[in-house]
């Protein structure tokens, strides 16, 4: 247990449908990230929310939506999909100190296994 | 970040150390080395990290050379559970956000 926690696990969606992916940390950390991991491929960033904003967007298509209603939950809303979007989708935080401190490490979550049909 | 080098794979019998080596030849003076790892179907773990002195925790070690430009992560004992792919990561670190930078990593297999 990461103290982050992805729902669903697993989720299988069709081209047409809108879904939601959720993340939520309850370690007390500022920002917040999503990442991609494609068969075969490495990991990927797509998203970074420092303080609920969206600090980078890694030239993520628009069919992926994040949300960051506060800095404890990060949603990544899905519409449109292409079955080559199917990966495991992961969430992660951190505390960032800014100029202050060293950093923590980042914390990952379990991800969530996407499949689109 | 400066780009990192690991062999695709390795074996490790069970008890013995498991020596992971990174290459890093780019690494600038304020880049840290990172080190996670990823068990099959879970998130990434972070295990340790150094700048230029040699580290060491409950999980593991961490040696770097002294020119910087390679580093090796030590598990001292190695179990069964430690079978994953493990990732070198050199980043600025201190400040900002832990923006991660994944390469292909090395897949570690322990061998009972």
């Known amino acids: 247990e990461t103290g982050v926690t992805q729902t669903p696990r697993h989720l299988v969606m069709g081209m047409t449908n809108k879904k939601s992916l959720k993340c939520e940390q309850h370690?007390?950390?500022?920002?917040m990230y999503w990442y991609k991991q494609s068969a075969k491929k490495p990991l990927e960033l797509m998203f970074v929310y420092n303080f609920k904003e969206q600090t980078e967007n890694n030239s993520v298509p628009s069919r992926f939506s994040p949300e960051c209603p506060n800095s404890s939950h990060l949603f990544l809303h899905l519409h449109t999909l292409q079955p080559e979007d199917s990966a495991l989708y992961l969430c992660?935080?951190?505390?960032?100190?800014?100029?202050?401190?060293?950093?923590?490490?980042?914390?990952f979550g379990q991800g969530t296994r996407l499949t689109v049909v | 970040d400066a780009k990192t080098t690991q062999p695709t794979s390795m074996d490790c019998a069970e008890g013995r150390a498991a020596n992971l080596p990174c290459n890093h030849s780019?690494?600038?003076?304020?880049?840290?080395v990172y080190w996670y790892r990823q068990i099959h179907s879970q998130g990434p773990q972070y295990i340790i990290h150094?700048?230029?002195n040699n580290e060491t925790n409950e999980m593991a070690s961490l040696i770097i050379t002294e020119d910087r430009k390679s580093s090796t992560l030590i598990l001292p004992h190695a179990t069964l559970r430690d079978t994953a792919v493990y990732y070198c990561i050199v980043r600025v670190s201190n400040f900002g956000n832990e923006k991660l930078t994944f390469g292909t990593g090395t897949r570690l297999t322990i061998i009972p």
């Open positions: 992660a935080s951190s505390q960032d100190k800014g100029l202050s401190g060293v950093n923590t490490e980042a914390f």
């Open positions: 370690l007390g950390h500022n920002a």
């Open positions: 780019t690494i600038s003076g304020n880049e840290y």
């Open positions: 150094g700048l230029k």
